[in-house]
């Protein structure tokens, strides 16, 4: 079993943050409507907009579940990242964290990883930049993140 790549870690911390925490309850993220307009708790984990408030904690522990979710989609639908530098699978688990398993599985980004073809796959991941129907600033500076990885044993 593949583990979770640190890099994959570290950019979904770094692009989702922990958010939403009231100063009436410091040490606790509660839910928020995303900029693409989903309920989401901690470090961009789906939720009901019911859900209690939860520590870091308990959102680093729902992260390492979704990112463990996110590679294995990944790894299902792009077997070459399984032989490929750990930077390659940690930017294509980042995405499909972020954009769902469903998007990568249906993409011509899948095409072009599966061929090794990587500058074409960098180009592909540089068209998911919108949320809600217009350019998102954080998604622009999240694709390009990947791209570094993905790109730098290339």
Not at 19 to 45: F, K, L, N, Q, S
Not at 121 to 132: Q, V
């Amino acid at each position: 079993m593949i583990a979770v790549p640190q890099a994959a870690i570290d950019l979904a911390k770094r692009f989702e943050g922990f958010h939403r925490v009231p100063r009436a309850d410091p040490g606790r993220a509660h839910p928020y409507v995303c900029p693409a307009g989903y309920w989401t708790i901690g470090y961009g984990h789906l939720c009901d907009p019911k859900h209690p408030p939860v520590t870091e904690a308990e959102a680093e522990a729902y992260l390492a579940a979704d990112l463990m979710t996110a590679l294995n989609a990944t790894l299902r639908h792009c077997p070459v990242l399984a032989t490929e530098p750990e930077g390659r699978l940690a930017a294509i688990s980042d995405f499909t964290f972020n954009l769902g398993a469903g998007r990568l599985q249906t993409s011509t980004l899948r095409r072009r990883l599966n061929q090794r073809d990587w500058p074409s796959a960098a180009s592909e991941l540089r068209r998911w930049i919108y949320g809600g129907g217009k350019v998102l600033p954080g998604l622009v500076t999240r694709r390009e993140a990947e791209i570094a990885l993905l790109l730098r044993n290339a």
